[in-house]
Structure formats: structure tokens, C-alpha cells
């Protein structure tokens, strides 16, 4: 499973993947094959922490009035309470997982495997510590992942500035949309074709407000000519563009920021302001000073937390990274040979560019919640070149006594790994690596099939498929099956601002579990699935159906106590073609329907094609079985004189309801369960019952008759309704048809069709 933030509460993307994962789970439970599914949740680092915070706030703490043991034991105390919301709502949805295993990202075993893994990293060169451009994040005073980061179109303005040329009396233009960052500018740059400024590469700029601070004018074909004035301002410091391009170009990096967003001493007069305070101020001091030319209004692409909203500010900051090279070609290879399957196929195209493209990866945290990276420095020596990495602070103090004598202090570095960093263990770590002898680590990994949505491809699934290929040898599953999102009615992403979120909880009051789990998977991989009310009232009232002819199936069934009907019902079989082809036209037909459904549905499981098997169901239930075959049975078993027609009756109709159970059973498990637990003689729960037996006989010749009495019969009620026959009058009918049809038609019609109607059969040559 997925691992839902511990933080979560219920939202349709869960009830989604529950629904998903819970059909592949009963499925293949009911083939007979060894099947797990592991539950659990992720400790959330971000989101925790932020949750917890704000908790403290609401009394009057701050995280900081608090040792970093006693906010963390506050963040566990919160856990026990309420960190079990979303599992309790997850079994709502009827999840079959083993809770026996359900696991916590923080669990001792799991960080053990964390703790693990970044040691044997670090020891392949793979892990590395050092200052680089990362993302931000000045409220929650931790850097962010650039998967963390959403880009979002938002109005804001451009600001041309004045840069008077050294020496001379003319001035460049530069346009920018952050002017709080020019106290880190370390260059101008220009196009080298741009003519209007060729004469000036070479020399030095004034940076405004700097107290005559020079830079040099550059020139270099990154700068767009056609952007803005055409000179572009390099603030490596704080933009990760110019970060790259000041590396390439051997610039120095210069910044001028705090980590909580406000500006440091190089910005002079400036210190202390907020970055957005810090812009307005150095805006209005610029107009005053006659170096601000115009600001213009401008859409631009704004960076923001995922998590909190905020802005990011990309900023250099000395983290630790992981190399990814070399892990991704693993990861390529395998979609590659075919070692991984990826559904739909098209998000193959975006997983192998992600990784072709790939950048190292931070994660490092500054964080309190999480865990504690296993790295121990020592005091009084240079962090960057003197450091441990170590399984434990025993393990890590020996180390440094070994090397730096006996009285050498050491203290474990504060940050904490990213969230994802234990998440890309999942797979295996919970089955209990690194015991490679683990019993479960054994029987279940490789594990066959992850699905999740496409939204974290690369979040997670791809992580988890190069740390599995890295610790392992293995790819840590088979299949990857990406769902899309839910929607609205009319196609919108569901949000609190424009007021369509659907609450999965109150659905399930309204409409039932199993109707809204049955609507919710007939999507098609990878789309995105609209959901409105008319759906779930369609679906709530199949289920009703579905009840209702279970009804009909246990009152027209012989009383427990009658051992001979019952040993009628038990000696008609449907499993050989002489017994099939021996029942009454109705009873074949609808027998033969059955079998020709179980082996397309089984077919359809098998290729992941759960929106086909839903239709394919439901049409067989309402259409042929409900609306036709129940009918026709009352034939059978109202008016019959023969005991025999009664039992074959009863037996198909029991035979066929228990496989419609069967069949539907992964999509609705609380309505089939119970309706099998209502029928005679169940001796085991339908959930652990074996899936319905393939190719079995059918005739089709049956079946085309049956459908020439199906048309027969709508040809009259559209008659009767063309020239408005009320329903109690009767009427004469002529029927024009071959030999053969007027066979069978004159040998068993009224007794299947049981029609208030004088019958004239002619006989045409076709």
C-alpha cells in the first residue's frame, strides 16, 4: 500500500487506490495464489511537524521553547492519538490488507533499514555533503525537494532598474522581477549577437544601492535577447538559472539572505527586512535616487511548498545529496528489458526522460520530526572533512576514538532525511531487509504489482525502483499500475476553493461502500475519472438490485430441512456439455451467457482491465440475469407440474448468483459477502473462496435462439406501445420466421415467455 501520511484524513485519491488494490488483492486471492498486501503510513516529516507546531501554538509554545527530545515526544504523543484516523477510515473502505503487518516509517526496524542504506550509499561514494542551490523553504526553515516545489502562473510585476556603466555616463537596463536580489548580482550579462550592447562587454556595472559596488558586463548566448531589455542580472546566490551559469562561468556566489526569508548585512541598510518588505523599500528608494525606470505588470512562474503554501526561495545551503546517476541507468534498464511494466505505456515516455535528465538528490532536512541522519562530527574540527558515519552514537564515538584519541567529543548532525529517503525503501524494508534471511523478505520480495497515482512517479515509484535495483539486485515489483485523478462531474480538479471536493465519508452515509468503490473503478488506467451524483445514485441502485434478487434467489430456494430438493439441486452440474445442453432453452442460455462472462472477466483481471470487468458484470447481471432470467424462471417455478423443471430451475438460479458473487465480489465486498453468507451451505467466506472455473461449456446456438425470443418479445411490448395496447388487454400476434424458429418458438414459448397472446406461427422460407 501506498503509505498515507500519518497526518491524512480520507480524500477520494485514497478511496481511489483502496479500491484499486483491494480488486487485484481479492482477485488473486481467490485464485489461489500466495498474496499479500502490506499496509502502513508514512511519519510525513514536513506535514507532521507542521501539525504538531501548530497544536503547541494553539498553548502558547513554540517549537523552539522546547528541546528537540521534548518536541519530539510531544510529535509521538500526538500519533498515538490521532495518528490512526486514516487507517480506521481506510478499513471503512473494506481494505483486505494484512493489519497484522502494517508498519509506520518510523517503526525501529524500518529506521534500522534507513540507517542501513544511507551508510552503504555513503560507503559506495554515493552520498556526499556540500553547499549547492536548493529549494528553500523559509517558514518551515528546511530545504525542499524539487518534486515539493509547485509552479503556478501568477500575476506580479517587472521592475527595470538602472545600471550605470563604470566610468561612463551611460546606463544598462536591467528587468527583473525579485530587485531584492541584486545586492547578490555578481555580473551583467548580455547576448554576444545583441548589437545594442556589444560595446559595453567587457567593462563594469554599478550595482544600484551598493555603495559603488562593480561587477563585470559578460557576455554569454544563455541571455534571451528578446526578454525584458535584453540584460540579464546574475544573482547566483539566489536563482538557479544564474547558480548554474556562475559555475560554469567560475563566478563567485554571493548571498544575501537569512533562512527565514529575511535579508543578511550584505544588503547593508537593508538587513533584517522581510525579502517582500526588503523589494517594496528598495523599489520606493530607487524612484527617489532616479534609478528606477518603470515596473510593468507580469505573469511569471512562482514557486511554491507543496506543503505549506509559502514561496519558495532558492537558496545555497550545505545539504547532503545522493549521486543518481548511476542509479537511474539501473532504473532505465529495467523498463528497458522488460524487468518492469509500466500502465499505462505512455508514462514510460515521461519515467525514462525523468530519469535520463535526472539531478542529484537533497535529502537533507532541517527538521525535528524524522530520521536523524547517521552522521556524527567532531568538536572542534572542520564539519566538511571531519565527520563519522556510524549506526549509532556507541558505534560512532568508538570510530572517533580510534582515530582522534580518547578524549574526543562528538555530536550527531541535527538534520533529518527526507521523507521520501525511508518511503524509497518501502517495497522491501518492510518485509524485513536488511535480514536478507527474513522470512517475509523471502516469500514476498520481488513483490508483483505496485499501483498509486501517476502524480508520484517520481516522488516515489521511481525512487523505489533504484533503491530496490541498488540494495537488493531486484526490481521491487513487477507491474506499476497509475491511476488517474478524480474529478468532478464536469472535469475539474476538486478543491476547497471552488467548493466541488466530494468527501469520501459522507459518500459512503449516502450512497454505501460498495457503490461508491464500484464507481470509482471503472475508470481506465492513467485517466482521470469524473464522479458526480448521477453515478453513485446508478450504482447505489444496482447494488439495490443486486440485494433484491438475492432475495428472490433465497425465498424460491427448498427449505433446509428438504433433503431430497436439495439433493436435486445438487445433482444438477454445469461443468460438462451434455449436462448444459440437456436444460430447458432459458436455463441453457443463461448458463452458457454465465460461462462466456467468467471467461471474458477473467481475461480482463488478468490484463488489468477493471473498467471492462465492471461493465461486463453489471450488463450480465441486469440485463440478461435480473430482467430476463429471473423472469423466465417464474415459469419454472410457479407453474411447473414438474419437479424436475422446478430443481433445474432453483439450481441455476443458485448456481449462476453464487458465480455473479464470485465475479463481483473484488469490486463490492460487503454486499457479496453478505448475500453469500445468506445462502445454504456455505462452508467458507466468499472472501477466500476460489474464483469461478474457466472455460466451461457454452453453446451459442442456444444463446442466438434465446436472442430471437429476446427480440420477439420487444417487437410485441414496442407494438403494444406503438398503438397504446393497454396491459391487461390481449391481443393476437403473427409471427413470420423459418422452420426451425417456429420449432422451438410453438415447443416452448408460452411456457418461457408466458404471454397473454392468440399465436399465429407462419413459416417463411428464409
Known amino acids: 500500500m501506498p503509505p498515507p501520511n500519518v497526518t491524512g484524513s480520507l480524500h477520494m485519491g485514497h478511496a481511489m487506490f483502496v479500491a484499486l488494490e483491494d480488486i487485484m488483492v481479492r482477485y488473486n486471492r481467490m485464485k489461489g495464489r500466495p498474496t499479500l498486501w502490506l499496509p502502513g503510513t508514512d511519519h510525513a516529516g514536513i506535514a507532521t511537524q507542521l501539525v504538531v507546531e501548530k497544536m503547541l501554538a494553539s498553548e502558547g509554545i513554540k517549537r523552539t521553547d522546547l528541546s528537540r527530545e521534548e518536541f519530539t515526544k510531544r510529535v509521538w504523543e500526538w500519533k498515538e492519538k490521532y495518528g490512526g484516523t486514516i487507517t480506521n477510515q481506510i478499513k471503512r473502505l473494506g481494505a483486505s490488507c494484512d493489519w497484522t503487518r502494517e508498519r509506520f516509517t518510523l517503526d525501529e526496524q524500518l529506521s534500522q533499514a534507513v540507517i542501513e542504506a544511507f551508510i552503504k ?9 556540500g553547499s549547492y542551490m536548493v529549494n528553500w523553504s523559509p517558514n518551515l526553515q528546511t530545504a525542499v525537494s524539487d518534486l515539493e516545489v509547485e509552479y ?24 527583473t522581477t525579485r530587485p531584492e536580489t541584486l545586492f547578490g548580482d555578481v555580473a551583467i550579462a548580455v547576448n554576444p549577437k545583441d548589437d545594442r550592447y556589444s560595446k559595453f562587454i567587457g567593462k563594469m556595472a554599478i550595482v544600484p544601492m551598493t555603495y559603488g559596488r562593480h561587477v563585470p558586463i559578460i557576455a554569454d548566448r544563455y541571455v534571451d535577447k528578446d526578454f525584458g531589455t535584453g540584460v540579464l542580472k546574475i544573482s547566483p546566490g539566489h536563482d538557479h538559472n544564474d547558480y548554474y551559469l556562475a559555475r560554469k562561468l567560475g563566478l563567485p556566489i554571493l548571498n544575501v539572505m537569512n533562512k527565514d526569508g529575511t535579508l543578511n548585512e550584505v544588503a547593508g541598510l537593508y538587513c533584517g527586512l522581510d525579502r517582500f518588505e526588503a523589494r517594496k523599500k528598495l523599489w520606493s528608494e530607487l524612484e527617489e535616487t532616479g534609478l528606477a525606470v518603470r515596473k510593468e505588470p507580469h505573469t511569471s512562474r512562482v514557486p511554491r511548498s507543496q506543503r505549506g503554501g509559502e514561496i519558495i526561495e532558492p537558496l545555497v545551503s550545505k545539504q547532503w545529496f545522493v549521486t543518481m546517476e548511476s542509479l537511474a541507468e539501473k532504473a532505465l534498464l529495467a523498463v528497458e528489458k522488460g524487468e518492469l511494466t509500466i500502465m499505462p505505456e505512455r508514462f514510460e515516455k515521461i519515467y525514462n526522460h525523468w530519469l535520463s535528465n535526472i539531478k542529484d538528490w537533497c535529502i537533507s532536512r532541517q527538521l525535528w520530526w524524522g530520521h536523524r541522519i547517521p552522521v556524527w562530527y567532531i568538536v572542534g574540527k572542520n564539519c566538511e572533512e571531519d565527520y563519522i558515519v556510524a549506526r549509532n552514537a556507541d558505534e560512532a564515538l568508538e570510530k572517533a576514538r580510534e582515530k582522534y584519541g580518547k578524549n574526543v567529543e562528538i555530536y550527531q548532525d541535527p538534520d533529518v532525511l527526507d521523507t521520501w529517503f525511508s518511503s ?7 518485509l524485513g531487509w536488511p535480514d536478507v ?6 516469500k514476498f520480495y520481488p513483490t508483483t504489482m505496485l499501483e498509486t497515482g501517476h502524480d ?12 530496490g535495483i541498488e540494495f537488493t539486485g531486484t526490481v521491487p515489483f513487477s507491474y506499476v499500475y497509475l491511476h488517474g485523478l478524480i474529478r468532478d462531474s464536469q472535469g475539474r480538479k476538486m478543491s476547497k476553493t471552488l467548493g466541488n471536493v466530494i468527501d469520501p465519508l ?10 461508491l468503490r464500484f464507481t470509482i473503478s471503472l475508470g481506465t488506467a492513467g485517466q482521470d475519472l469524473n464522479l458526480s451524483t448521477e453515478r453513485l445514485t446508478a450504482n447505489k441502485s444496482f447494488t439495490n438490485k443486486l440485494w433484491n434478487a438475492g432475495k428472490f434467489v433465497l425465498q424460491n430456494l427448498p427449505s433446509q430441512t428438504d433433503e431430497s430438493a436439495w439433493e436435486a439441486i445438487k445433482n444438477c452440474k454445469f461443468d460438462k456439455e451434455e449436462s448444459v445442453l ?13 460461462h462466456v462472462l467468467i471467461d471474458m472477466v477473467t481475461a480482463s483481471y488478468d490484463k488489468f482491465f477493471f473498467g471492462d470487468v465492471g461493465r461486463e458484470i453489471y450488463d450480465f447481471f441486469w440485463s440478461d440475469f435480473a430482467d430476463w432470467y429471473i423472469e423466465a424462471s417464474k415459469a419454472r417455478l410457479y407453474q411447473s407440474e414438474a419437479d424436475s423443471a422446478s430443481s433445474e430451475a432453483q439450481a441455476v438460479l443458485l448456481y449462476v448468483f453464487e458465480n455473479v458473487l464470485k465475479l463481483l465480489h473484488p469490486f463490492m465486498p460487503f454486499v457479496t459477502e453478505a448475500l453469500w453468507q445468506a445462502l445454504p451451505y456455505r462452508k467458507e467466506a466468499l472472501i477466500v473462496s476460489p474464483w469461478p472455473q474457466t472455460s466451461l461449456p457454452r453453446f451459442p446456438n442456444s444463446i442466438k435462439k434465446f436472442e430471437n425470443f429476446q427480440a420477439l418479445t420487444r417487437a410485441i411490448r414496442n407494438a403494444r406501445a406503438e398503438y397504446s395496447v393497454e396491459p391487461a388487454k390481449r391481443i393476437s400476434a403473427s409471427i413470420v420466421a423459418s ?17 397473454s397472446l392468440k399465436w399465429a406461427l407462419v413459416c417463411c422460407s428464409n
Not at 534471511?437 to 523471502?442: C, I, M, V, Y
Not at 418458438?745 to 418461457?752: E, G, R
Open 582 to 594: 440437456g436444460l430447458p432453452l432459458p436455463e441453457c442460455w443463461v448458463v452458457s451467457e454465465l
Open 152 to 175: 503556478s502562473e501568477e500575476p506580479g510585476t517587472l521592475y527595470h532598474i538602472k545600471y550605470r556603466v563604470a566610468g561612463q555616463s551611460d546606463f544598462l537596463t536591467v528587468a
Open 456 to 467: 508520484i512517479l517520481f516522488f516515489w515509484v521511481a525512487r523505489m525502483v533504484m533503491m
Open 506 to 515: 459522507d459518500t459512503i452515509k449516502e450512497f454505501g461502500t460498495d457503490a
Open 739 to 755: 422452420e426451425e424458429v417456429i420449432q422451438y418458438i410453438s415447443v416452448s414459448a408460452l411456457h418461457f415467455l408466458n404471454l
Open 121 to 129: 550509499l555513503h560507503e559506495k561514494g554515493l552520498i556526499y555533503q
Open 424 to 430: 524509497a525503501l518501502w517495497p522491501f524494508s518492510t
Open 437 to 442: 534471511a527474513a522470512e517475509d523478505f523471502k
